[in-house]
Every structure is written in C-alpha cells, then in structure tokens.
C-alpha cells in the first residue's frame, strides 16, 4: 500500500478530495429523489394534483430507473472514450444535461411535463455517479487513499443534503407549491456547472478504443455473470432493501396527522442528514475494525429498532430525535451493505460487479416504497403503525438470511 501512495505525488491527494467533495455535494442537491426538488415536488403533487402517496411513489419510480442501469455507464465509458477521454468528457455532457433537464422541470407546469423532465435529471445525475466512482476506484488505488476518497464523498454529499433539504422545506413553506418547485429547479440546474470547473483537479491519460482490453474484459465479464456469490448477495441486498418502505406514508402522516409545517419536513431530512455523518465517524471511531458479516449484524439490528422508534413519534421534539438516530443507523447499513457489495467483485470485473450490485439496491428502494404506500393507504387505511411493524419485520428477516453468505474475507 504504502508502494501505491508514492506513485502518485501528494499536491494530487488534496486536489482530488476537492474534485471528490464538489462533485458529490453537487449531488445531494440535484438528486431528484433526495436533493433540494425533493420536498417541493412531493409537496406539488399532493397539494394541486390530490395525488395521494400510492399515486406520487409509483409514478416516480420511474425517476430510478437510471440509477438501476447504472453498469451500463461504467461500460460505456471504460470501452467508448469521448474526444479521447475516458471520464472527462462524459462528465461534461452528463453536467450540462443535468443542466438542462432542471431547467426544463422549472419551465413546466404538469406531471406530464415534469416527471419525463425528471428521468432525464437522474439519468444526468447517475451518469455523473457512476463515472465519479470508477474515477474514485482507479484513483483509490493508485495512491492508497480509497477510504479517504469514500469519506469526502458521504461528508460532502450530506453535507449538501442539509442544506439542500433546508431549502426546500423553507421553499415549500413560503411559496405555492408550484412557485416552490419550479424555483427548487432552478437551484438545481445550477448545482452542475459547479462540476465544470473542478474538471481541472483530475488528471486522464489520452484513451482510444482498445479492442483487445475490450475482449479482456468482456471475458471478465461473463465471468462476472457466471458467479454464484454474486447472485447470492444480489439477492441478499435485494431482500434487505425491500422491507415497505414509509417514506412517502410518513410525509403524508407528519403533515396531515401531526401538523408539521413544511418547512419542519424540510429540518428533519437535515437532521437525518446530520445523522448520516454522525453515522460515519462512529464507523470511522469504533466499529471500523469489525469484519463485513459483524457489521451486518449491528445494521440490521439498528434498523429494526430505529424503524420502531417511529412507532413513538408524536410531536417535534421525537420527531429530531429518531430522524437523527435512523440517520446513523442509515449509515451503518450502507457502509455494510457497500462494503460487502465491494468485498464479493470477482477479479477483472470489479467495476460492473459494484455497479450491478447497486443497480439491485437502485431497483429494492423504488420498490419498497411503492409497496408500503400501496400497504398504507389499500391495506391498512392510512394507519401508520401497522406499517412500521411490517416493516421492521421484513428488515429482521435479513438476519436468518447471513447463513447463506459465502465466506467473506476477514479484515
């Protein structure tokens, strides 16, 4: 390790964890489905649409399939260089088209218009993604700071994600839902020109198409599909991630039932925010030594007890309380899950192998949503709390589910 730390000189380290830091940060605030639009979005379509919560989340589940293709893109951009530039270059178009879709968001006025608008954002956003991350893995292992890269990108995007969620939830307070949206859209739009910019901090070789690299790595590739451990955690994620989710139920439930103002909405997405990077420093301080399968364990059992701490939210102060606490366990579950997704790569094939594990997450979390708004308003007639204990059920059914885990590397 210490081998691959001076291949590359240090004022390298410095300007990539800029380069990292604004890109993400970008990233919580134009990401459709949890940046600055979110709120104002979900807020449009229940106040001058009547569209309930079975209605806002199977509609917008459309909005991930980007995030579910995301192997695609890795592929494309490893085999298919654009004006010489393996990354680049791809970077600026995916940018410019997230540009671009915001704007048309801002300049429409009905689902029909928006929601297309917004498919065309996340497949913007996912595009940036993904090349970010196979920037982070090629850089990760070139200069030993993997970790380090991994750690900007959740600080930074949370960070956004706070600021972003404030300022959706004040925009959604202060003006008509559609005023809110639209101008929630522009704010977006403008977050990826940042990215243009910093383009400047990364260093690419001159890349052309390389015919026998593709055939190497189309070999990996079959390889890759060929895995039975992959198709064992694929499945393993897939059944963690789909317990029903509330998320859609709960906006509906906080302000229709508790009376929380929009704004509030908008201060406790920070919180949970803040609860992710809480999240992380009690990962980096004391639970960083444990090996993948202890890990699970801990993320599973958080998640059923903070899922059930929702059973007990009845006024503001609660409210904080367990959306700070799930952020933290929100984050030892992605840490675990991530890490085990990494762990399991086969050789050669590391990149699609990541993203096709996150493509299965990117496909549960849709999914989820979508079932347990079914859940709240077709089973249990608007009724939050049996929903919470369906929920925390199927997230404790992942438990009996780690022994059929192939072995895993130890730390």
Same mark, same amino acid.
């Given at each position: 390790?210490?081998?691959?730390?001076?291949?590359?000189?240090? @004022?390298?380290?410095?300007?990539l964890m800029?380069?990292?830091?604004?890109? =993400?940060a970008?990233e919580?605030?134009?990401?459709? $489905?949890?940046?600055?639009?979110?709120q104002? *979005?979900?807020?449009?379509l $229940?106040?001058?649409?009547? %569209?309930g919560?079975t209605?806002?989340s199977?509609?917008?589940a459309?909005?991930?399939?980007?995030?579910v293709i $995301?192997? *695609?893109?890795g592929?494309?951009?490893?085999?298919?260089?654009l004006?010489?530039?393996?990354?680049?270059a791809?970077l600026?178009?995916?940018?410019l088209a997230?540009?671009a879709?915001?704007?048309g968001?801002a300049?429409?006025g009905?689902?029909?218009?928006?929601?297309?608008?917004?498919?065309?954002?996340?497949? /913007?956003?996912?595009?940036?993604?993904?090349?970010?991350?196979?920037?982070?893995?090629?850089?990760g292992?070139?200069?030993g700071?993997?970790s380090a890269?991994?750690n900007q990108q959740?600080?930074?995007?949370?960070?956004?994600?706070?600021?972003?969620?404030?300022a959706?939830?004040q925009?959604? +307070?202060h003006?008509d839902?559609?005023a809110a949206?639209h101008?929630a859209?522009?704010?977006?739009?403008?977050?990826p020109l940042?990215?243009?910019p910093?383009l400047?901090?990364?260093?690419?070789?001159?890349?052309?198409?390389?015919i026998?690299a593709?055939?190497?790595?189309?070999?990996a590739?079959?390889q890759a599909?060929r895995s039975?451990?992959?198709?064992?955690?694929a499945?393993?994620?897939?059944?963690? =991630?789909f317990?029903?989710?509330?998320?859609?139920p709960?906006?509906?439930?906080m302000?229709? $039932?508790?009376?929380?103002?929009q704004?509030?909405?908008?201060?406790?997405?920070?919180?949970?925010?803040?609860?992710?990077? /809480?999240g992380g420093?009690? =990962?980096?301080?004391?639970?960083?030594?444990?090996?993948?399968p202890?890990?699970?364990?801990?993320?599973?059992?958080?998640?059923?007890?903070?899922?059930l701490a929702?059973?007990?939210?009845?006024?503001?102060?609660?409210?904080?309380?367990?959306?700070f606490?799930?952020?933290?366990?929100?984050m030892l579950?992605?840490?675990?899950?991530?890490?085990?997704?990494?762990?399991?790569?086969?050789?050669?094939? +590391?990149g699609?192998?990541?993203?096709?594990?996150?493509?299965?997450?990117?496909i549960?979390?849709?999914?989820?949503?979508?079932?347990?708004?079914a859940? =709240? +308003?077709h089973?249990f007639?608007?009724n939050?709390t049996?929903?919470?204990?369906?929920?925390?059920?199927?997230?404790?059914?992942? %438990?009996?589910?780690?022994?059929?885990?192939?072995?895993? @590397?130890?730390?």
């Open positions: 390790m210490q081998g691959r730390q001076r291949m590359t000189p240090s @004022p390298a380290i410095p300007r800029w380069f990292f830091a604004i890109v =993400y970008v919580g605030i134009a990401q459709a $489905k949890a940046g600055v639009v979110w104002p *979005l979900a807020h449009f $229940k106040e001058t649409q009547g %569209w919560p209605e806002i199977a509609s917008l459309v909005v991930d399939i980007p995030w $995301k192997p *695609l893109y592929l494309i951009s490893d085999f298919l260089p004006f010489g530039s393996r990354r680049r791809w600026i178009v995916a940018n997230g540009v879709a915001f704007a968001v300049l429409t009905s689902p029909a218009g928006i929601v297309p608008a917004l498919v065309l954002t996340a497949l /913007a956003m996912a595009i940036s993604s993904t090349l970010c991350g196979a920037l982070l893995v090629e850089n292992q070139r200069t700071h993997s890269f991994v959740w600080l930074f995007f949370n960070i956004a994600l706070i600021a972003a969620s404030l959706g939830g925009l959604a +307070e003006l839902a559609s949206l101008t859209a522009w704010i977006a739009a403008a977050a940042a990215v243009l910093v400047s901090l990364i260093q690419e070789a001159p890349s052309t198409i390389d026998a593709l055939r190497r790595r189309f070999g590739l079959m599909l039975r451990v992959l198709w064992l955690i499945g393993y994620l897939f059944c963690y =991630y317990s029903p989710g509330f998320g859609t709960l906006y509906f439930h302000t229709d $039932k508790l009376g929380f103002s704004g509030f909405v908008g201060l406790l997405s920070s919180v949970n925010a803040a609860g992710w990077i /809480a420093l009690v =990962y980096r301080w004391a639970l960083a030594r444990l090996d993948t202890i890990m699970l364990r801990i993320s599973i059992a958080a998640g059923v007890v903070t899922t929702y059973l007990g939210m009845h006024g503001s102060v609660s409210a904080i309380s367990i959306y606490v799930a952020g933290i366990a929100n579950a992605t840490i675990a899950t991530l890490t085990l997704a990494a762990e399991v790569c086969p050789e050669g094939a +590391e699609f192998g990541f993203a096709a594990l996150m493509s299965v997450i990117n549960a979390t849709p999914l989820s949503d979508t079932a347990g708004s859940l =709240y +308003e089973a007639a608007n939050l049996p929903l919470i204990v369906v929920s925390a059920a199927f997230t404790a059914l992942a %438990w009996p589910l780690l022994r059929f885990m192939p072995p895993l @590397p130890s730390r």
